[in-house]
C-alpha cells in the first residue's frame, strides 16, 4: 500500500506584506514566541495583523512590538487581553548577537515577516532589512505589473 504525496498543508498563520515592499530583507532568522493561552485560540482562528510590527532588541533579548492579536469574542473575563502588548521571541545567544550587531552598527533593522505553525508551536520569522529607496519602490511595482501583463497575455493566448 503507498500513500498519496499531496501538497503540505500552508502553516502560515499570518504575513507581513509591507515588509517586503519597504525593505530589502537581507538574512532571516527563525524565533520562538512567547504568547499567553488566549493569543494561541486567537492565533488558531487567524486574528492576527503585522502590518506595522517590528522587532526590539532590549538587555540582549528579542521584543515583538505592534503585532496585533485580537482575542476571541470567548475569552475569559478574569484577566486582562492586550491585544498589543510586547512578547518575547526566542533565539539563541549567536543569533542574538548578529541582529545586535547589525541593527546598531550598519543601520539596519529588525522586522517580522510571518507568523507560522512548527508542529504545535508557534513561530515567527524575522529579517534583517535594509530599507529601500523609493525608486526601488517603484521598480518592484513597475515588476508586478509587467508580471500579471504576462499572466494575463499567456492566459488569453491559450484560450
Request: proline share 2%; net charge positive.
Amino acid at each position: 500500500m503507498s500513500k498519496k504525496k499531496g501538497k503540505t498543508p500552508d502553516n502560515t498563520i499570518v504575513q507581513n506584506k509591507r515588509a517586503r515592499f519597504d525593505f530589502q530583507l537581507l538574512e532571516t532568522f527563525e524565533a520562538g514566541v512567547a504568547l499567553a493561552g488566549w493569543e494561541v485560540k486567537a492565533l488558531r482562528a487567524g486574528k492576527a495583523q503585522l502590518t506595522d510590527s517590528y522587532v526590539l532588541m532590549k538587555d540582549g533579548e528579542a521584543w515583538l512590538l505592534g503585532a496585533q492579536i485580537t482575542p476571541l469574542e470567548t475569552a475569559s473575563t478574569h484577566f486582562v487581553t492586550d491585544p498589543t502588548r510586547t512578547r518575547k521571541l526566542l533565539l539563541n545567544k549567536k543569533e542574538l548577537a548578529k541582529i545586535l550587531a547589525a541593527t546598531s552598527a550598519k543601520g539596519q533593522t529588525c522586522v517580522c515577516t510571518r507568523l507560522y505553525w512548527k508542529g504545535h508551536l508557534v513561530k515567527a520569522s524575522i529579517a534583517l532589512a535594509q530599507g529601500k529607496q523609493t525608486h526601488d519602490k517603484r521598480e518592484t511595482e513597475r515588476e508586478r505589473d509587467w508580471n500579471r501583463q504576462k499572466q494575463r497575455v499567456m492566459r488569453d493566448h491559450n484560450r
